[in-house]
Structure formats: C-alpha cells, structure tokens
C-alpha cells in the first residue's frame, strides 16, 4: 500500500508480484481470498478472519511505542460513509493531527435502525486493557450523546468527553434550578466549568465545560466525567484528527474512495489492513516529525527580511505525519536500507 500509492487490489497485488516475482493474478486472488467469509475460499481447511479479535492488540500495539511517563490517550469516535453504499462507525486514537482506527465496523448505509448495539460492541473488548492510573479521554460530536454511551465508555474505565447540543438544560451543584444552555451561553467570548446535573430526563452528574471564541458561531459545550481541575474544554479541539483520519484513508491517503467493495462483512475486514498501515506509517511520520529541528525564526536579527516580512498564516506542520511517514518508508526503500520501526511521541493537549 505505501508502494503504490493506495489500498487498491489491483494496485498493490501488482507491486507485490513484482516484488515476490510472482503471477499477478495469482498475488490478487491470494489478497482477495484473505477478506473472503469462510464460505467463499477456495480450498479445504480455510479460515475466516474475526477483526474483533484484533481491536484490543492494535490498541496494545500503540501502547507499547507509546512513552512510559506518558499517560494520557484521546480517542475520538465518529462514522463516516462511502457515498450511498456504506457507512463505517470508527474508534481511533488520535495522534499528531491524525488518526490510528483500533475499532470499527462497517454497515450498509441505506440500513436503518439504531447504532447503539453496535458502538456497544466496539468498545465492550476494551474494558480494563489500559491501567486505571492512565487518563483516556473519549470524544464524539453532537448527535452521538447518549446515556448509555456515557456508561459504556466509564465502563472501559475512560472518561466520556462528549459534545452536546445547545437546548439541553444544566443545573450547576450549588444551583436550586435547572437552565437552559441556549440562554445561559449566548455569545462568543465565554469560558466557563463546573460540576452539576445535566439533563432534565434521566439526569447524570458531570462536569459542564464550556469555551465559545471569537469566530464561531456556536460554543463548545462538553460534558465529562473529570473534574474542573483535571480537564480543559481546549482538549476537545483534537476530536477533529479523527476527520483528518478519515482523509487519509480516503482522498489524501489509501484511496479507499474507489473502492467497488459493496460487502459490508468484507469491507469490515478490509479496513484491518488499513488500519495496520496507517499505525505503521504514522509511527514513522510522527517519530520524523518529533525530531525535525526547532524554528531559527526567533533567532534571526530584527532587520532579516523573515521578520520584516513574516507569513501570512502560521501552520503547525507544514507535512502531515501520515506523509511524512510515507516518504521515510519509500526512501529507506530506494537507499535500500533496513525499513524502519517507529516509536509514538504525543504532542501537550490544548490548554
């Protein structure tokens, strides 16, 4: 995949076979038959893969690059779809302006009903894998708040960093009466936290985080289950990786959008591949990007035309990590040295 440039068949199985000195029809249905049901291959004795079984040790993986004094993980969770045929309902851990998926499932999108049982499914493995002195945040957009989510996610020992809409109501913990955020929150410029019951129906005790800049036209509205002390809503502006995630498995990155794969079950499948990739790659680009030299900018005499002249807009990078990884793999590929291994270094969250 990081060869050729994409996550399709016919793209990689000839790559392979070049590489392998093989048949190229022969590499492609050996690639096809691996997201195959167990019914559809050929052959006695053949398997069928269960990615389920794989959720928690791609989670694992990312832990075992990941620093040891560093405890902290945000994981985001959001759906995205493939036109009018499938819809995939995604886990990720968030990393560096990216997005590693360690749980997912794919639908078809025309299918109607309820998410629920499925998120539930998603997240029910993970339940005790990270040790309890971690701090993991979960993020999802408006839309996806729902009790049972809330429970599911405490459940797993993580906190719920959830997103919720304007017309529900909070009562602050020293308050006698419930109000309604709409009216509390009406213009830019605010900051404000504090513990309290949401919601009027089935009510849950939280922590009510709330950041509306200049610019926007609606604020930050966050519930949590950590206190005011121990989380900023600043955190919540990295649920947005998880969208430039969905890029890179599509339009910026593996190319998934072609695909004509219309199976759910083998779509589900296909996007372990995609997965393991995007962990390999962004472990490379991230590590790359960790250690690039600092600015010289602030060094630089007050008269150098850089100063004098300084760009119109600031990037944090200026090469997504996902890229950069790509371009350490192909290079170490062409200078024919070992192909590397690397390592997760996170960035600070917001403050």
């Known amino acids: 995949m990081v060869i050729s ?84 309902l995604v886990i990720s851990v968030v990393y560096r302006g990216c997005a590693i998926p360690i749980a997912w499932r794919v639908l078809p999108a025309i299918e109607k009903g309820s998410w629920k049982g499925v998120w539930l499914d998603l997240f029910a493995p993970f339940q005790g894998v990270i040790p309890k002195d971690w701090v993991v945040i979960v993020m999802a957009d408006r839309g996806l708040y729902a009790n049972w989510l809330w429970q ?31 009216l509390a929150f009406q213009q830019p410029g605010c900051t404000w936290s504090g513990a309290g019951t949401c919601f009027k129906t089935r009510p849950i005790e939280a922590t009510l985080l709330v950041r509306w800049e200049e610019g926007y036209e609606e604020p930050w509205l966050i519930i949590t289950d950590l206190s005011t002390e121990q989380a900023s809503p600043c955190w919540y502006g990295l649920r947005t990786w998880i969208e430039c995630g969905f890029k890179h498995i599509k339009s910026t990155g593996w190319q998934w959008q072609y695909t004509r794969m219309v199976d759910p079950q083998r779509a589900t499948r296909f996007w372990l591949a995609l997965a393991v990739a995007t962990l390999w790659v962004l472990s490379i680009g991230g590590q790359a990007d960790a250690n690039l ?27 997504s990590c996902f890229h950069r990884g790509r371009i350490v793999i192909l290079t170490a590929l062409i200078a024919q040295r070992h192909l590397p291994l690397g390592r997760f270094i996170p960035e600070p969250w917001p403050s």
């Open 152 to 182: 599911a996610i405490q459940k797993c020992r993580w906190h719920p960093f959830l997103r919720i809409n304007r017309r529900f109501f909070f009562r602050p913990k020293d308050g006698s009466e419930f109000r309604a955020l709409n």
């Open 293 to 319: 030299p600092a600015s010289s900018l602030d060094a630089l005499p007050e008269t150098h035309i850089a100063r004098r002249h300084p760009p119109r807009k600031s990037f944090s990078r200026l090469l």
């Open 5 to 88: 440039q994409s996550c399709g068949l016919t793209s990689v199985s000839s790559g392979l076979a070049l590489l392998l000195g093989e048949k190229e029809n022969s590499v492609r249905q050996r690639i096809r038959e691996w997201y195959y049901a167990k019914e559809d291959k050929r052959g006695a004795g053949r398997c069928e893969i269960e990615v389920s079984s794989s959720f928690v040790p791609l989670l694992q993986w990312v832990l075992s690059w990941w620093p040891a004094h560093e405890k902290r993980l945000a994981l985001a969770m959001d759906a995205t779809s493939l036109g009018q045929v499938l819809v995939v």
